[in-house]
């Protein structure tokens, strides 16, 4: 039986991984911190949601003086500009 075909995708190409480093006291060292996370209520999702609540305020306090900056720099220049026209 003879099969032509005309859309040949090729199968991903597997690697084997060999780790060349292992260093016993740093795996015993990140289980430990690990733990200790654990025990103390840790959470990895808190810290990111707390890192888009601080952007978000960062963000508004420089919108807002930035709008005051605007008036502040407007009212100097009317009040210029009145006084030359006078």
């Given at each position: 039986m003879l099969r032509i075909k005309f859309v040949?995708?090729?199968?991903?190409?597997?690697?084997?991984?060999?780790?060349?480093?292992?260093?016993?006291?740093?795996?015993?060292?990140e289980k430990r911190k690990a733990?200790?996370?654990?025990?103390?209520?840790?959470?990895?999702?808190?810290s990111i949601r707390g890192a888009f609540t601080n952007r978000s305020l960062a963000r508004r306090k420089a919108q807002r003086s930035s709008n005051i900056r605007l008036l502040i720099i407007l009212a100097v220049l009317l009040i210029i500009g009145w006084w030359l026209l006078q």
């Open positions: 040949h995708t090729p199968k991903p190409k597997q690697f084997k991984y060999n780790p060349r480093y292992y260093d016993p006291e740093k795996e015993e060292f733990e200790l996370r654990k025990q103390k209520g840790y959470d990895t999702g808190s």
